[in-house]
């Protein structure tokens, strides 16, 4: 028989109490028994970016994790952050600039994107910007490197772009 544990996890602002096989993936843990589906599985091996979510602030691919890991963390997914009705900004700038196209890696492409204007503003280094003083404004550069994990099939790399500087405060 498998090896369960319980897991408490903070999952959008709600506490969930989780009995999972120890292997579970935070995704699979989402997805197939907190029915966050959002949050999509493209290649479910660290490749596609499609699984992004934030833990404890940071982002990371779900799919590489597992739940287990995740005791008293705080996971925020792409219900976390806007809902139809009151979308947040990025989600209602990937709208406007056409953003995605299937919309499969779109959940992913957000949940990156504003974690992504979150670590510019925090100084967080990236390939980009380690040899440089951190700065508040993410060049387009930056942005592509920052968002390199988060693969678009469609290929809305720059309809993506655009919206990200939208809400960053200037054109891209
Ligand atoms: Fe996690 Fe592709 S599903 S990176
Ligand atoms: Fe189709 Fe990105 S919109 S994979």
Do not use: W
């Not at 799919?63 to 925020?76: F, K, P, R």
């Amino acid at each position: 028989a498998p090896v369960t544990a319980s897991v408490s996890l903070t999952v959008n602002g709600e506490r969930q109490d989780l009995d999972l096989d120890l292997r579970t993936t935070l995704l699979d843990a989402l997805r197939e028994h907190l029915k966050l589906t959002g949050t999509k599985k493209g290649c479910d091996h660290g490749q596609c970016g499609a699984c992004t979510v934030i833990a404890n602030g940071r982002r990371m691919n779900s799919c590489l994790s597992l739940a287990v890991m995740h005791q008293g963390d705080e996971i925020t997914t792409i219900e976390g952050l806007g809902t139809p009705d009151h979308l947040h900004p990025m989600q209602a700038a990937f709208v406007k600039h056409d953003g995605y196209q299937c919309g499969y890696c779109t959940p992913g492409q957000i949940v990156s994107a504003v974690s992504v204007l979150a670590e510019v503003k925090a100084g967080v280094p990236s390939h980009v910007t380690a040899d440089l003083t951190a700065r508040s404004e993410a060049t387009n550069d930056e942005m592509r490197e920052r968002m390199s994990g988060n693969i678009c099939r469609c290929g809305a790399y720059s309809n993506i772009l655009e919206a990200m500087a939208e809400v960053a405060g200037r054109d891209a």
